[in-house]
């Protein structure tokens, strides 16, 4: 067991200097990918980087690199850690974060001491993993791993009707590498779980060995605007009533399901959204997930067919855009079980699991051996500014991170 730890004030206290940049007049913290306060997490990470000695690369979709090359490693393809710098509206500070950084505090404290890897390690913030003002969701990791045209991910419009490729000129970070020109030879990532299971299992180490398939749909349904006073209700084509019975029968679905299924409707907006005006329109977006990719494309199917019937019976049209569609992802065993030797060494307890969250991990995988490491979230609670982990949960899942990337740069097999 190696006894060697990382530097616990360094990480936690930038954790909460990270956490403090772009928070509102409510203090809610909000960094949507290639924001005016994104750019300041960035510009923040960036400057770590520097500090630490790194040679940093930011690739065309924004993607920052910080990479460790000791004398005698370039012929190896790097190890790679990292995670995310963006957050939802009103965020927790751990999201992304505590992996970005734990990244990077596990290449400081290696860098300080004699270890000397066979390979270069490396640490990415990848751009746009939260997908909140541009879908879909991990757009920087996709890009890297070959899944999506660089051209067309910059071109995509968001929520806000800016272009992605125009912010991130904008903000400084549209960088000249070609996405995928870091090609590693594994990649681990270490996360906060955002769900109970570690917490209510009292495990402290979550070796993630999957994680389940996404369906990101967009849903607009046209009826008639009309007075809400005179309009009998046999008379109406109301979009927002329609939208409201598509919202239930999700959730009623999913409920009902003794599957580990999970729907959830974030976005709902009217138009013309006034008191007394019948809906023309409603706008909402679905989130589907389930582990099993033919559980999944059921779930789409019957969306679908309901989504018909709807028309037909509320006199409605109903059109559907497709933002995002990943299917479930296996981890890499071998990184895995190093994962749980590492836990098992510092005598950390530590379950298997499944991850109900998307992460980059499950785009990297796609390119190299990948696999992710949870820390336990008080309540399960995340995509909220009660995102909480203790202190000695992050220290733990840091040393857990160091320990297997000395396993995995260690060797060049
Ligand atoms: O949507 C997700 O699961 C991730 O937070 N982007
Ligand atoms: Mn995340
Ligand atoms: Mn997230």
Known sequence: MSNQSINAHRLLSRIRELGTIGRDEEARLIRLAASDTEKLGRDLFKSWLEDAGLEIAVDQIGNIFGIWRPEGTDDQPPLLLGSHIDTVINAGMYDGCYGVLSGLEVI????????VPKRP??????????GVRYAPDMMGSLVYAGGLGV???????????TVLGEELERIGYAGNEAPGFLKPHAYVELHIEQGPVL??????????ENLQGISWQKVTIDGDANHAGTT?????????????????FLRERAKASNTPTVATVGCVSFEPNAINVIPSRATFTVDLRDPDEGRLKAEEAE??????RLAEEEHVDVSVERLARFEPVTFDRSIVAIIE?????????????????????????RIAPSAMIFVPSVGGISHNPKEFTADSDLIAGANVLLDVVRKIAANVE
């Open 303 to 308: 969306l679908a067919t309901f989504l018909n």
């Open 232 to 248: 009998p209700m046999s008379m109406r084509r109301d979009a927002g009533h329609a939208a409201a019975r598509v919202i239930t």
């Open 108 to 115: 400081e404290i290696l860098k300080a001491e004699d270890f």
């Open 341 to 365: 030797k590492a836990a098992g060494d510092r005598n950390l307890s530590c379950r298997r699991m499944t991850s109900g969250a998307g992460h980059d991990a499950q785009m990297v995988a």
């Open 151 to 161: 051209e067309e991910a910059l071109g995509t419009i968001g929520t806000d009707g």
């Open 121 to 130: 390690i490396a640490v990415a913030a990848f751009t746009n993993e939260e």
């Open 199 to 208: 917490e209510r299992e009292g495990v402290s180490i979550g070796a993630v």
